[in-house]
C-alpha cells in the first residue's frame, strides 16, 4: 500500500509515531527476513570476490527493490565479516626525464558528451613472487571502460603501444579524439607518437608534478590494486595474466557499478547512450584548445 507515499507521510496519515511502525514491522517475521537479507548480502559478495563495499552492497539491494539502510547493510557485512578486502596504499611512479618532446593538457579544457572524445591511459607495476612486471591500460574517460592494455617485464614503449593497438582496433575511433597521459617517456617516445599521429589522435599530457590531472585513470589503478591485485597471490606472470583478463573484461568492463556511473557498469552505462552520442561538439572544443596553444608557441 506504500506506493509513492514515503514511510514518513505515512505514519502522519495514520497519525502513528515512525518508531512504532517500526517495531511493529520489525516483530512480524524479523528472523526470517533478517537472514534472507544475511544470505543475499552473502550472495552479492561473493559473487564479486569481496570487492564490494557497502556502499555498492546497498544500491545492489535497492537495485533489486528492497528498501534497506547502509547502516543495517554495514552491520551485516562486519559482523559476518563480509567487508572489501582493501590492503594496501596505491604509489604510483612516473619518469618524465626524456628530452622528447611534452604536449600540451587538453584535459582540462573539455566538457565530454560520448565516447571515444578522450582516452587516459598509464602505467603501473605489480610485484609477483620473484619479479616485477608493468601494466599498461587505456580507458575511455566518459565511460570509464577498459578498452586496451598490455602486461610486460619491461617499460619499453612496445607495452604502451599495444595496449593503444588494442584500444584503436576495439573503438575504430573517428579523427579528433584526445589521448591523454602523464609525460613519461614511453608516452612521449617517436613509436607511441607514430601511432597516435597515424591515427590522427591529439596527443595531451598532464602538467609536470601533477597527477590529478590525469585523475581517472589514477582511480582505476587505484581499485585495481586494491580490488585485484592485492587481494589475490599469482604464482606467474601468465597466470596473472588470466586474472587480469578475468577483472578488466569481465568483471570491471561489465559488471562492477561505478558511483561516476550513477552506479552502472562500464558496459551497461555505454549499452544506454544515445545513438550518435559521439558528439563532435567535444572534438571541436579540443581543437579550439589546440590551435590556440600553437599559436601561442609560435
Not at 77 to 99: C, G, P, Q, W, Y
Not at 272 to 282: T, V
Request: charged content about 30%.
Amino acid at each position: 500500500m506504500q506506493g509513492s507515499l514515503s514511510v514518513e507521510r505515512m505514519c502522519q496519515l495514520a497519525q502513528v509515531s515512525r518508531a512504532g511502525f517500526y517495531r511493529f514491522l520489525k516483530e512480524q517475521s524479523p528472523k526470517e527476513e533478517e537472514t534472507q537479507l544475511r544470505a543475499r548480502i552473502q550472495e552479492i559478495v561473493l559473487e564479486h570476490n569481496r570487492r564490494y563495499g557497502i556502499r555498492r552492497v546497498t544500491w545492489q539491494l535497492r537495485a533489486e527493490g528492497q528498501i534497506i539502510n547502509h547502516k543495517r547493510v554495514a552491520r551485516i557485512m562486519r559482523e559476518d565479516n563480509l567487508l572489501a578486502i582493501r590492503h594496501r596504499k596505491f604509489v604510483a611512479t612516473t619518469d618524465s626525464r626524456h628530452e622528447y618532446q611534452v604536449y600540451f593538457n587538453l584535459d582540462k579544457r573539455k566538457e565530454l558528451t560520448g565516447i571515444n572524445q578522450l582516452w587516459v591511459a598509464d602505467i603501473t607495476y605489480i610485484r609477483l613472487r620473484d619479479e616485477f612486471v608493468y601494466l599498461a591500460v587505456v580507458l575511455d574517460a566518459f565511460s570509464r571502460r577498459v578498452i586496451g592494455w598490455a602486461l610486460d617485464r619491461t617499460l619499453q614503449a612496445r607495452m604502451p603501444v599495444e595496449a593503444l593497438l588494442m584500444a584503436i582496433a576495439d573503438r575504430l575511433p573517428p579523427p579528433g579524439l584526445v589521448h591523454h597521459s602523464d609525460r613519461g617517456s614511453q608516452y612521449a617516445c617517436p613509436e607511441y607518437v607514430r601511432v597516435l599521429e597515424a591515427h590522427r589522435i591529439t596527443p595531451s599530457m598532464s602538467r609536470p608534478g601533477c597527477p590529478y590531472d590525469n585523475a581517472a585513470c589514477e582511480s582505476f589503478m587505484k581499485t585495481l590494486k586494491q580490488e585485484e591485485i592485492y587481494a589475490n597471490e599469482y604464482r606467474d606472470m601468465e597466470h596473472l595474466r588470466v586474472q587480469l583478463e578475468q577483472f578488466l573484461e569481465r568483471y570491471y568492463n561489465r559488471l562492477r557499478m561505478h558511483s561516476a556511473l550513477d552506479y552502472r557498469s562500464p558496459e551497461a552505462f555505454e549499452a544506454e547512450l544515445k545513438p550518435g552520442s559521439e558528439s563532435r561538439a567535444a572534438r571541436v572544443e579540443f581543437s579550439q584548445a589546440w590551435e590556440i596553444y600553437r599559436s601561442d608557441v609560435a
